[in-house]
């Protein structure tokens, strides 16, 4: 029997992924702050509309752990891979994250709530 079922996966992945897009979305946001763009309000809004989605998902992520019992903590972290530790009723899974992999996906979800959003504004305004 595995130590974390296939309905949790997602669940603990995400209290990885949503917190370093989080991270990246607010570094992104001080840089367009900073820098010499000449329409930085529609910039900022897209930004600013992902953050509020990233914080909600991370929420219920967060909710639905203490709900069920379940932890992630982050262990060690050298310049290939990161490790963490899910915790499910007890049993400790550990689990070695490639660095890069973790970019990578953090950058495709960022390309998805961009692209969701997009398509949130065409549906809001026809």
Same mark, same amino acid.
């Given at each position: 029997?595995? @130590?974390?079922?296939?309905?949790?996966?997602?669940?603990?992945?995400?209290?990885?992924?949503?917190? =370093? =897009? =989080?991270?990246?979305?607010? =570094? *992104?946001?001080?840089?367009?702050? %900073?820098?010499?763009?000449?329409? #930085?309000?529609? $910039?900022? #809004?897209?930004? *600013?509309?992902?953050? @509020?989605?990233?914080? #909600?998902?991370?929420?219920?992520?967060?909710? $639905? /752990?203490?709900?069920?019992?379940? #932890?992630?903590?982050? %262990?060690?972290? *050298?310049?290939?891979?990161?490790?963490?530790?899910?915790? +499910?009723?007890?049993?400790?899974?550990?689990?070695? $994250? @490639?660095?890069?992999?973790?970019? +990578?996906?953090?950058?495709? /979800? @960022?390309?998805?709530?961009?692209?969701?959003?997009?398509? $949130?504004?065409?549906?809001?305004?026809?």
């Amino acid at each position: 029997m595995p @130590l974390i079922p296939a309905k949790a996966l997602p669940h603990f992945e995400n209290m990885i992924y949503l917190p =370093l =897009l =989080l991270t990246v979305l607010e =570094l *992104d946001r001080t840089e367009i702050e %900073k820098g010499s763009f000449k329409l #930085k309000g529609p $910039y900022l #809004k897209i930004i *600013d509309a992902a953050i @509020l989605r990233v914080q #909600k998902e991370l929420q219920e992520t967060t909710f $639905y /752990l203490k709900r069920n019992n379940m #932890k992630v903590i982050r %262990k060690d972290r *050298d310049s290939m891979f990161t490790d963490y530790i899910f915790i +499910n009723g007890g049993f400790e899974d550990h689990r070695r $994250y @490639l660095n890069v992999r973790l970019r +990578n996906r953090t950058e495709e /979800l @960022l390309h998805l709530y961009f692209i969701s959003l997009g398509d $949130y504004h065409q549906t809001a305004t026809n």
